[in-house]
């Protein structure tokens, strides 16, 4: 049996987003007795750890990570530059293994490039699993946005070295696998040729239960934004909408998590309402009791997703929905989920969340339409790519 092998910058396991995705994806090549060596990263306050000879982690990235980002901050770098060099230590750490590994199929993500470069170098067949939309649509997005409204702080999704990095990857890719249609149609439009795409919708956690939802007139309605807030988030959007609503004293928009530095600067610019509530990062538990003391109404305004983690953590949770049109996960349906917006549509925005303080009575149906909702799962797409790649070995 030919063996397929994964090489990422990511955790293997464990909370964090990409280690809950990886792991069903491991488990189900490998219940195949086709999975070869798997090389990535540990937690540095995980206890948990991978004895099987064919698992390789490391936490040194994770570490010189850490250290670039104090370093960055004390030298006013870019933010992400830490996380640049998480990957290039990443790939150093790696780079004798995947030299020499055997597997004629390797699953990676578009950075490290140098992953990339060995297996071609090795003539791999290179699955790459894309996770965003294409670099230059989310490249040209960021830089519209920066331009309209000032910013200097950029991200690393507007930085022109890390986006021709990842197109030299999908240059040298055999398969791309997209998310969602709209991940999809990013890279046709881009040019990446249609028979090496794949899309695969990622769904819900395993454990996924459903919650319906009613209105509680003792509640204050409030809508929230959960996410590591950037501008290419379309955050500063919603606020700028939120701002131009009059009468907003018995609802409250709730911004959840950390705020990269553009997003923190085109605050720095603007007066922000009372009722605009930043609660920087939180724990799950802690986010969930935020979510049942409302009667809540998620929104995600996103400018690029390759899937968006919160919108089904809102469904999952019964909540109405204001989403882009790249943020749907090919789920959400206008006028029957909650709305679907353009992320510069400041107007439209502002009308849907208007819609939801001012009439009450239609929350309850919408939590109904959700609860009807059937969703698939990450086993389902775990299963997918396995079936793909094992049946294409």
Known sequence: MKKISIAMYSTLEGDSFKGAILAPIIKSIEEKDSLGNVYGLIDIKSKRFNTKKNFHVTRIP???????????????????YAYRFGETIT????????????SLTIILKPRPNIFVKLSALKKKKIVIDSGEMHPRYYQKACLKEYEKFGIHQKSIFADERSVRQIEKSL??????????????????????????????????SADYKKKLR?????????????????????????????KKIK??????????????????EFLSKIECPDNIKFTGP????????????????????SFSEGYCRAV????????????????????????????????????????????????SQVYGKFCENINKLSLRSTLDYANDISELLVSDN
């Open 282 to 301: 939180l724990k799950s538990h802690d986010i969930l009791e935020l979510y049942n003391n409302y009667n809540s109404v998620g929104i995600m305004n």
């Open 247 to 264: 009468d907003t004293k018995n609802s409250e928009l709730i911004i959840i998590g950390s705020l990269h530095n553009d997003l923190k």
């Open 171 to 204: 240059q040298a890719a055999d398969i791309v696998i997209t998310l969602t249609e709209a991940s999809k149609q990013s890279y046709l439009d881009y040019g990446v040729p249609s028979n090496k795409i794949v899309c695969f919708n990622l769904g819900v």
């Open 62 to 80: 994770i570490i010189a990570s850490s250290i670039m980002k104090k370093i960055s901050h004390v030298f006013k770098l870019p933010s992400y």
């Open 312 to 359: 089904v953590e809102y469904l999952q949770n019964g909540m109405p929905v204001v989403v882009s049109k790249v943020s749907t996960c090919d789920v959400i349906i206008h006028e029957h989920h909650g709305f679907i917006v353009e992320p510069e549509d400041e107007k439209a925005i502002q009308e849907y969340l208007e819609f939801f303080i001012n009439n």
């Open 91 to 102: 790939g150093l750490v790696f780079f004798p293994r995947i030299l020499v590994d055997p």
């Open 214 to 242: 009613q209105f509680d007139s003792t509640k204050k309605i409030a809508f929230f934004i959960t996410a590591h807030h950037s501008i290419l988030k379309g955050t500063h959007r919603v606020i700028n909408a939120w």
